[in-house]
């Protein structure tokens, strides 16, 4: 439609203005604050690989959007080795403390892990994820790659219009016990005030001095178990020494000639590629790209892969049968199956879906070597547990509210498991070479996101960023949003076929923030970076 030739050269910016796809020959990042761009393409300047790029954005992130994601929160990446073609994957995510069991929060009242406090709080693996990603893929120390991070909690940084925003929708949080050393006299920094962090920057000089060991032992472990027990969790120092990276072998699926890669079990990354497997018995290409027939399929491919979601997904080293059925659940056979249930007329009853945390950061890069970078890093909901440990500026995550407590369920909360998890980073590969490193953040819009971000290339001929800009849709339980650019005889049309919708914003931060780096047939790098989110892409 849009694409001249066969080489992915792109025609035309969005008709209504906007931002232009950014180009690139050699190395390329993009990612949700400028800042935090800036130092990852000074780091591929300094000779650092994609993944060097990827530690130095997310520990600036960690500064500049501390209730998004930080030191006290979970990551993951997909690595794409230029030198062999191989995809690697790293699941830093942390598991629950030692002590705690569903049979103690029954005890206590609970029927749900509370989203605040110390119960929610699982050991953080993002930091450990930093240092093992910079020593295993890439050419720099890590103190040279937290260097821009620390400058920025040092120094301070004006703070960007969406993440001020944020910030003041969890003042109330943050005004309890330590928490308040994210505000400013007991309110949120304001767009544009320089805000400082001295705590989390001399957390930062010590890892960069010290390494990972010097954050997840010692004196920050300490005082982030006392916080998290403090605020009546069972995190323990010894949880946090045991703690290590898992790498991966990555899922993946073929969707019309694009190999689409994800992390496997315990992340969500299996709903994505379920989801297009469904949508490939479908000739999405011939329906209009904001029109109610395509909507409506991508929203019924939804609903079947987050049932198996959420009833077949856990952490793989306690699954209560033989093994997580992974391979079944992302085959063709299975989406053959499951895509005769979807009527092009009726919208299926709605399927049953936990809360879902919604704050994560999501950032991308390629080098002139040609390896590429997926990353994400979280806190799951904003400010996480709004536990800080004092002295660290740490603010810890709640990602064990993602257990349950059904007893025999694959994601029930057990001592030292890994619970269900919803960020996901993502790359796709054709032909062996690298052609995209992506990710929508945004809890359980990510699975959709990928969907319909990758539709939005490979259906529909999109430029990098007109694919990121264009009209998104997201489905929790029985509500479909849209963004009001959806035509407005779409939405009835969506309507007619038995879809609760709510319209919201024409740029709707609930349909999440995509990043976006595209490797076009002659090597160069095509960028897109979402006007929903703060931030830019950059590239040499």
Known sequence: MFEIGGDGRFARRPDLGGRSTVFGTKGAVACEHPDAALAGIRVLDAGGTAADACVAMAACMAVLSPMQTGMGGDAFLLFYEAETGSVIGANGSGRAPEAVTSDKLRERGLSEVPQHGGLPVTVPGGVRLWEDAASSLGNLPLARLLEPAWELAENGYPVAEVVARYWRESEDLLRESEAHVLLVEGRAPRAGEVFQQPDLAETIAA?????????????????????VQEAGGYLTEEDLAAHETVWVE??????????VYEIPPPGQGVAALEMLNILEGFDLGSLDPVGADRIHLEVEAKKLAFRDLHEEIGDPEFWVHAEIPTAHLISKDYAETLRERISPEWASARVPEPALGEDTTYLCAVDAGGNGCSFINSLFKAFGSGVVAAGTGVCLHNRGISFNLREGHPNALEPRKRPMHTIIPGLATREGALWATFGVMGASMQPQGHAQLLSNLIDHHMSPQEAVDHPRHRHDGDTLLVENRVPAHEVERLRSKGHRIEVGEDYMIPTGGAQLIRVLDDGVRACGSDPRKDGCALAQ
């Open 207 to 227: 890892v960069a001095e010290g390494g990972a060991d010097a954050f997840y032992t010692g004196e920050i472990a300490r005082s982030m178990a006392h916080a």
């Open 250 to 259: 990555p899922i993946s699926t073929d969707y019309r000639g694009v190999r």
